[in-house]
């Protein structure tokens, strides 16, 4: 029935999500689903430490698992500088926006574990120094502290 609920909640989402920004809908699937938002900001073509942070840690069954988990919501923000991997035009202002709000010092890699609200309740700057594991135990923790009554 969960699963079910869910299904219908993200798709009512995607039909507005047109008229409202990733971070509004991340922040209703989030809240829908009682989870927590990553927002990551990424230069996905040039930032070396991004890429590192993608392939050791986001790309991974482990950190997949917390999306399945329903844990969280996982938004990026990324700000690729080749020609050929360049993003539209709404998604790159959109990007801006969010940096403008949640990383004006244009950290990269930046990532920020959100509640429904868009609370920032814990920060990464730069290549987390946990390995997969532990930050994916971290998020855990986070959310249970967050969700216990």
């Given amino acids: 029935m969960k699963t079910i609920l869910n299904t219908l909640v993200l798709t009512l989402l995607c039909y507005t999500a047109h008229a409202q920004n990733r971070l509004d809908v991340a922040k ?33 069954e482990q950190f997949k698992q917390l999306i399945n988990d329903q844990i969280i919501v996982f938004l990026n923000a990324d700000f690729p500088r080749s020609k050929k991997n360049q993003l539209s035009e709404e998604l790159k202002k959109e990007n801006a926006n969010l940096a403008d709000q949640y990383n004006p010092t244009g950290i990269f890699p930046y990532t920020l574990l959100l509640d429904a609200n868009g609370k920032i309740l814990k920060s990464w700057a730069g290549l987390p120094r946990e390995d997969r ?4 135990e ?10 216990r009554p």
């Fill in 28 to 60: 209703q699937q989030a809240l829908a689903q009682h989870g927590l938002i990553m927002l990551n900001f990424s230069g996905s073509d040039w930032c070396i430490p991004c890429i590192k942070l993608h392939k050791d840690i986001i790309d991974t």
């Fill in 133 to 136: 594991s532990a930050f994916c």
């Fill in 138 to 147: 971290e998020i855990r923790t986070v959310y249970q502290q967050i969700t």
